[in-house]
């Protein structure tokens, strides 16, 4: 494969896991803590009502998994492809 | 000792600190001066990010807000930490690849414009001071408290230290200075949250704790508090009242914003390796998220102890001659006063306004108790739901500060929560002012008016924008335009509505030429400022009144920056879509981009 090749594929699996990651950072802020709290509010953690929490601290917890699995996953295609710095 | 003894000891000692590390790493050469040479390691620079993004508006003001608003305040925790997904996946590894020194000139290069250099230099300005005017005046609240100083003095001292660190010691002293900054105002936050979560729910982990029973009876904290604020006439605290359209917005244009601010993408030029930029933005959000997690329950439990110091055990409150002397203190300074609306002598906090206003205003006389006299009360109408007539004003941005004192914690923890506050808006204002410094000098000087110049004279015009950067904020810090984390939250809007669209547009898109690049930069900035400013004026009177029936789409001054992006989205796809694409030079540039490795 050209070296060109390559790179357009490495940015596609990028792309595509990109997407993947702000699907879940989009429900769990604005879906979770947004649009739909009111539902989530019925359910309950503890002293916590579910959409709440998720608005003040699930969200956030959430975000550095994200990052985290993101790096994990982008360390594997950089190798894959040869692109690792 | 005496708490003003023990304020002075801790600033005294944390400022010696500071200044001590940007000393000993004095910047030599412009790459250091700018980047630090590139050598910064990813957890540092974790550190020295979430130092220079938590400022006066994380570590003061927002728990304060949390406390007032409960729900509805979820949107800064929300906004300020989800756009660190924003940045690690579609913006830090790209830029750290590209590799140079200032967003303006990265601008620049990928839309081959000078045009588009100078206005992201404009947007940055914008941007820039706009954040800064709330720094400053987070500096201005600590001081007038704990120095008991004006506020005018407060803000000179500021302005002078800032001075000395970010003129003599460069980006490099800056990172090292804003690691200490991190570890002084994370200890300064974390330690009077976990005394007060032991005191109130008898755990010793906040994030925990608020969510857990009363020490001395099974109700829930939380449950407690939404029936203590419903009894007031307040909306419940888990509850809301803001329209979601407008949470929506707000949420973007902080998300977006944090992802698009400057003086925080540049710290991704500091690391090492592509893959460390990615790293370097989880490792900020990990220590960004120490003080966001907390801060929830800082706010919940001030509320619940500000309501109970006030209204008493039996909720029909507490005389004036009763309350402990941080009552008193902050009545001093202007920030906290008290009508006595019904005449019983009491003072009763519920829903409503105790004042006719934005501010409280006194005169030189005291009343009956010592209290200080109002001269601007409400009528003292009793609002719906609430048992009696608000008689108490509390400025938002107060709470953290006076939170420990409300607990009753001792002396030591009320000092060091100054110094952290102090180090907050410290450490940003230094690295906001880096970034104006370095665009001027750099993006506009040496590129595009006066070519020739040396690297010395370089720098020289740098430190000269630092200073006039310095007096403007400080003008600015004197006369701002709302609470910090308003202020704040406007530069945020800015932001997401000028440079995030250019800079993912860049990256993300071949196609997006120069026409659309600067049509939709200017379009969103325009937009917004003009917004913002015709709902709030800041240099004259505003247009209009700030209330929901004058709003577009009922979108407060604040959340507008959402909406401003999503313009500038359009604007440049579509102006691109007409014009030819970028020239082949280009479009291998940012092929170029997106892999690690390579040219660069």
Redesign the interface.
Known sequence: MSK?LT?KA??RE?IKL?LT??VI?FLV??GC???F?EEL?QIR?????LG??F???G???S??L???F??YK??QL?KKYQ??? | MELQTLTFLFVGLSFALYIAIAIKSRADSTEEFYVAGGHVHPVFNGMATAADWMSAASFISMAGLIAFLGYDASVYLMGWTGGYVLLAMLLAPYLRKYGKFTVPEFIGERYYSKTARIVAVVCLIFISFTYIAGQMRGVGIVFSRFLEVDIISGLIIGMCVVFVYAVLGGMKGITYTQVAQYCVLIFAYTVPAIFISLQITGSPIPQIGFGGTLINDSTYMLDKLDLIVTDLGFTAYTGGSESTINLFFLTLALMAGTAGLPHVIVRFFTVPKVSDARRSAGYALLFIALLYTVAPAVGSMARLNLIETINGEDSTGVSYSEMPGWFKTWENSGLLAWYDHNEDGKVQYAKGSPIDGKVPEFDETRGEQGERILTNPSEGQIAEGAPFANELYVDRDIMVLANPEIAGLPNWVIALIAAGGIAAALSTAAGLLLVISSSISHDLMKSTFAPNITEKQELMYGRIAITVAIVIAGYLGANPPGWVAETVAMAFGLAASSLFPAILLGIFSIRVNRTGAVAGMLIGLIFTFCYIIYFKGVFFEPFAENIEENWLFGITPQAIGGLGMILNFVVALTVSHFTPAPPQKIQEMVADLRVPTGRF
Do not use: P, R
């Open positions: 060109e790179h490495y940015w990028n990109i990651c702000l950072w802020s604005f803590g947004v649009f709290v509010n953690l503890g002293g916590f009502k709440f929490w608005a003040q601290q969200s956030i917890y975000f550095l994200l990052i985290f993101y790096n982008m360390n950089d692109v690792n710095d």
